[in-house]
């Protein structure tokens, strides 16, 4: 049986940057986070081996891991840890892919079911090699959790099916409650920051999803610290609630390693307060805007508070 490669730091086939290596800065203290110790942190590593998981915890560095893990909150990466694109801010390994793990969508779901979640948060490398981009894939594992824990809400992180016609459509019709695509960065910088996709792109996914079936919560995200400007962040914002998105994030660009996009800036809490102030302005059912802010961070009240804020839309308040 096809296994995908689950060992922390020893991927498989990992293409090397040959970028300059880029001093990193300092993170100033209201970035530091402590290190996992937690039972309940080595808890959740040992189930994710057990079940021959990969997270993207683990897979991008996140800063946040020691405080999800204790919480017994995981984002599954699937399809593989080893991705055909090359962002400039991402630590996901480059190259050739995984074989696909067929049994990987029911081994996700076990270990929902074991954790107990009210809320998944499932996401994936980029699959350019497949024909539907793993959109089956990301299907099955939906249609898995159900089985294994039907009261528990899921939310998706997707890539953006780049000429995968037809993709789209079968990932709606398992019908995810949160249906997440990031635009990570202002349009301006996708040509260094996010080579192989395009912005417009992007937006025209989340806008197709409403249109197709508006009761799924779509949601997206962007990081500053990139080299964007304030009135840029503003723009993508305007972009998102034209294609009806109701929830942004916005966090802190943290370079990975030193061949990594190197930090612009380090954004202070209070314009990150400013951010959120905005995009309510703006519209947004709901928005995530702090230094640490991820996609998947705190993502089962994120979903409560989302279907509070709609169902009070609904009403009139």
Not at 49 to 77: F, S, Y
Not at 306 to 314: E, P, V
Request: aromatic fraction near 6%.
């Amino acid at each position: 049986m096809p296994q995908i490669n689950t060992t922390k730091g020893a991927k498989r086939h990992p293409e090397k940057r040959k970028n300059p290596d880029r001093p990193q800065p300092r993170r100033p203290k209201w970035l530091r986070v402590k290190a996992p110790v937690s039972a309940a942190y080595a808890q959740t590593r040992s189930l994710m081996r057990d079940h021959n998981l990969v997270t993207v915890c683990e897979e991008a560095a996140c800063p946040n891991i020691g405080e999800c893990w204790a919480q017994k909150h995981a984002t599954m990466m699937i399809l593989g840890s080893v991705c055909t694109r090359a962002c400039a801010f991402c630590n996901v390994a480059t190259g050739r892919p995984d074989v696909l793990d067929l049994d990987e969508p029911e081994n996700v779901a076990k270990a929902v079911a074991s954790l107990g979640l009210r809320h998944v948060v499932i996401t994936s490398v980029d699959r350019d090699d497949l024909a539907d981009g793993g959109a089956a894939h990301f299907a099955r594992t939906i249609e898995f959790i159900r089985l294994y824990s039907a009261s528990t809400t899921i939310e998706i992180l997707t890539p953006d099916f780049l000429r995968k016609d037809g993709a789209l459509e079968v990932i709606i019709a398992a019908h995810p409650d949160v249906f997440n695509h990031n635009m990570e960065t202002v349009p301006r910088l996708y040509p260094t920051i996010r080579p192989g996709a395009r912005y417009f792109h992007s937006l025209s996914i989340l806008k197709q999803v409403k249109k197709i079936d508006p009761s799924i919560f779509t949601k997206s995200g962007i990081m500053v610290g990139l080299g964007e400007k304030d009135d840029e962040v503003g723009q993508v914002m305007d972009d998102l609630r034209r294609a009806n998105v109701d929830f942004m994030t916005i966090g802190q660009y943290l370079q990975p390693t030193p061949k990594h996009a190197p930090v612009d800036r380090f954004v202070e809490p209070t314009l990150f307060d400013a951010y959120a102030m905005q995009g309510k302005e703006k519209g947004f059912l709901l928005m995530s805007s702090t230094p640490l802010t991820r996609s998947s961070y705190h993502a089962d009240e994120d979903f409560a508070a989302l279907q509070k804020a709609r169902n009070s839309m609904l009403a009139g308040g």
